[in-house]
């Protein structure tokens, strides 16, 4: 199969799994995991149902948030069932079912969907950005001060690359340039606002190839850049990302390496 197939087939998988989604909106905490962290019965059903289609349709294994698996592959499907649960789990709309497919660590499918915002992104390795299966235009710089900047999280354990007292500095001098901030909740979100141009660029500090994956390739085939938090290439370890048109990237990407002086 070529990437093209394979991004059909997600994409008619992920029409599936919209439909659990939109159904089970506002559902409880189900499983706590680490950190306060939770998945309600929606994520493991979806998940199962991403799994269970990918694996039967495309021969390839899945790596996904609830279940697990192994990335030492050639190729392997990564999966978020729903990314931004809190949000989901209160009936908020920032949320999103994540799919990506890895081959030698790079994306080259990608399907994000927002079923409660009724879009859905999609791209294969070297096409354009598709909407709702709409081809998009290619991101461009804008003003500064029109520019909204998704933000990942603001608070974090201590050990972490990016501490909660490191990030409030980075978040302050960033609002310096870039004053409208935005906290989503959801790194899918952010990275497809980005994709789209709705956000200028986005940071994100989620250290799981499950938020990432598909939002790395959405912003590539939108002609953004995209690169880990130290300008290296993106990779399915990386602590996190830097992503937006150009100019953007280039900004935030000076800013982080002046908080690391």
Avoid at 70 to 97: F, H, K, Q
Avoid at 135 to 143: F, I, N, T
Avoid at 165 to 173: A, F, M, Q, T
Avoid at 216 to 236: C, F, K, S, Y
């Amino acid at each position: 199969m070529d990437v093209r197939e394979l991004l059909a087939i997600a994409e008619a998988i992920v029409a599936e799994a919209e439909q659990i989604f939109l159904a089970n909106i506002g559902a409880d905490p189900e499983v706590c995991k680490p950190g306060g962290d939770f998945a309600t019965a929606a994520d493991i059903e979806i998940e199962g149902l991403l799994k269970e289609q990918l694996v039967q349709r495309t021969g390839i294994p899945v790596f996904g948030e609830e279940s697990g698996g192994s990335l030492d592959r050639e190729a392997v499907w990564v999966v978020d069932p729903i990314d931004g649960t809190s949000n989901y789990s209160a009936g908020i709309p920032m949320c999103a079912i994540l799919v990506a497919l890895l081959l030698h660590n790079e994306p080259v499918v990608s399907v994000i969907s927002m079923p409660l915002l009724h879009k859905r992104l999609s791209a294969y390795q070297g096409s354009r950005l598709f909407l709702n299966g709409k081809e998009q235009p290619l991101l461009h710089d804008k003003r500064p001060l029109a520019v909204p900047i998704g933000f990942g999280s603001i608070v974090s354990r201590n050990d972490s690359q990016f501490p909660t007292i490191l990030r409030h500095d980075l978040l302050s001098k960033v609002a310096k340039q870039y004053p409208r901030l935005r906290v989503t909740g959801s790194v899918g979100v952010d990275l497809a606002f980005t994709a789209l141009g709705v956000f200028g660029g986005a940071i994100t500090f989620s250290p799981f190839v499950w938020d990432n994956a598909a939002g790395v390739l959405a912003i590539q085939a939108a002609g953004g850049m995209v690169t880990d938090l130290n300008g290296g290439a993106w990779h399915p370890h990386a602590q996190g990302l830097v992503a937006g048109t150009h100019a953007v990237h280039r900004s935030i990407l000076g800013t982080i390496k002046q908080l690391h002086v």
